[in-house]
T-cell receptor, first 114, second 112 residues
């Protein structure tokens, strides 16, 4: 099983619908992130969380919200989806200890808003 | 101006060629420099990681950081078709993956 699991892997939704993307991890890391990836723009940070009680906005948080239900679970919601939110979404985790800076990514969720 | 600039390519080379991938950046506070490799329909995976300036070698891969020029490079020797992927540079000020800034990624195709 993957260390960082995202569900669903693919989703097509209509404009105005609410949608939730879920992420769970078995790495035991305290930090979790949501990124979106667009061609030519790379990975951009939407939200990040350092622990269950800590939620922070990233570079492009407008139109998104998150919930850290447990250390291992971090979900991303689009309250009212719009077509320019069509993108590839990645959840990632990292460890605050050990002096490393590596992020571990899930397989991604391809979201299409029509 | 973006904090990290990376040519998206695509870059197409024959098998066995030496590949050079590059990024420039504007934030002189960056201290940690990473290269991630992303295969199609997969999440990025860390390939190499360098702290501050200098070179780091791992098998066929060499990462170089020139902080004076704000320029980092990844060299791939004896490139293989299995190296075909998107390569993303990434940089951060601190450890733990906090506020890592990613480049746009360069798509590399190695032809057999």
């Amino acid at each position: 099983d993957a260390d960082v699991t995202q569900t669903p892997r693919n989703r097509i939704t209509k404009t105005g619908k609410r949608i939730m993307l879920e992420c769970s991890q078995t790495k035991g890391h305290d930090r979790m992130y949501w990124y979106r990836q667009d061609p030519g723009l790379g990975l951009r940070l939407i939200y990040y969380s350092f622990d269950v009680k800590d939620i922070n906005k990233g570079e492009i948080s407008d139109g998104y919200s998150v919930s850290r239900q447990a250390q291992a679970k971090f979900s991303l919601s689009l309250e009212s989806a719009i077509p320019n939110q069509t993108a590839l979404y990645f959840c990632a985790t990292s460890d605050s200890q050990g002096g490393r800076t590596e992020a571990f990514f899930g397989q991604g969720t391809r979201l299409t808003v029509v | 101006q973006k904090e990290v600039e990376q040519d998206p390519g695509p870059l197409s080379v024959p098998e066995g060629a030496i590949v050079s991938l590059n990024c420039t950046y504007s934030n002189s506070a960056f201290q940690y420099f990473m290269w991630y490799r992303q295969y199609s329909r997969k999440g990025p995976e860390l390939l190499m990681y360098t702290y501050s300036s200098g070179n780091k070698e791992d098998g066929r891969f060499t990462a170089q950081v020139d902080k004076s020029s704000k320029y980092i490079s990844l060299f791939i020797r004896d490139s293989q078709p299995s190296d075909s992927a998107t390569y993303l540079c990434a940089m951060s000020v601190s450890t733990g993956g906090f506020k890592t800034i990613f480049g746009a990624g360069t798509r590399l195709f190695v032809k057999a």
